[in-house]
């Protein structure tokens, strides 16, 4: 791996991590459109991106967080909706990384989260304003962030659109789904790295790579800086209920990736 990679890989990782366009399907598609295979370093680099989109979560959402101390039953909430991605992670994990590593049928998450978006967008317009966040909501959202441990199914998307056709306020569903996030991605680290310190991983994956300290810093870096710029991007289209561009896009991902898993990878 080269600097320049490690810099691309994480630009990917932070705009499509908070972007409502799936990083995990971007990801996939990626590696298996050029044929890339980091070999042991992907693993690490993959930890490594992670905890720039963490720091990014972190200082976005830094005011909700410092809120959670003083508003148990939003901490509570918080909880609640983390519970059934927990459980999916556990029980669906043979499944999602079988997914992921066969790129299948990308197409079908990529659509199914522009259906969503586009149901939302239709509901806010219908609607002015919407409910303060309830444990309804919370347990709405949690299952559509449990869904969307699959590629292609946009985990920010899915989870602000649930909220908002459970009839939560706009604005609260995407400040919260941030908040969802973090619990998540700090789960799915420490999870990897514990079982790649255990193993021995660690230490043989960095020694493949060329140049394993400017690569890491690389990539943290530019994953924290676009995950920030993301963050911001997607909770001023929420608080507008405007995803038009983003429902664009994935729409013509879809047909994209479509066509690709019937006639272009089949073909290679």
């Not at 303060?132 to 869904?147: C, E, N, T």
């Not at 199914?153 to 056709?165: H, I, K, N, P």
Request: hydrophobic share 60%.
């Amino acid at each position: 791996m080269t600097v320049l990679q490690a810099l691309f890989l994480g630009v990917i990782q932070g705009l499509t991590e908070f972007l409502p366009v799936s990083s995990s399907g971007h990801l996939v598609l990626f590696r298996r459109l050029l044929n890339v295979d980091l070999g042991g370093a992907d693993v690490v680099f993959d930890l490594a991106l992670h905890i720039g989109t963490l720091f990014a979560v972190c200082i976005a959402m830094r005011r909700e967080l410092f809120a959670l101390v003083r508003s148990p039953r939003r901490l509570l909430y918080l909880v609640l909706a983390s519970l059934p991605a927990a459980a999916a992670g556990v029980l669906l994990e043979d499944a999602v990384d079988e997914a992921a590593a066969g790129g299948r049928y990308l197409f079908a998450g990529f659509a199914a989260t522009a259906a969503l978006l586009t149901a939302a967008q239709i509901r806010a317009a219908k609607r002015r304003g919407g409910l303060p966040l309830r444990a309804v909501h919370a347990a709405v959202m949690g299952l559509a962030q449990a869904a969307a441990i699959f590629p292609g199914l946009s985990r920010s998307g899915a989870t602000v659109a649930a909220g908002v056709l459970a009839g939560a306020d706009r604005g609260e569903a995407a400040r919260f789904s941030f908040l969802m996030s973090i619990p998540v991605i700090a789960g799915g680290f420490a999870i990897k790295f514990f079982r790649l310190a255990a193993g021995g991983g660690i230490a043989g994956a960095i020694a493949s790579t060329r140049y394993p300290g400017p690569c890491i810093a690389a990539g943290v870096a530019a994953a924290a800086f676009c995950g920030l710029a993301a963050v911001k991007i997607t909770l001023s289209c929420a608080l507008k209920a405007k995803y038009t561009p983003f429902i664009i896009y994935l729409c013509l991902l879809a047909c994209a990736c479509a066509w690709l898993e019937f006639y272009g990878f089949a073909a290679g």
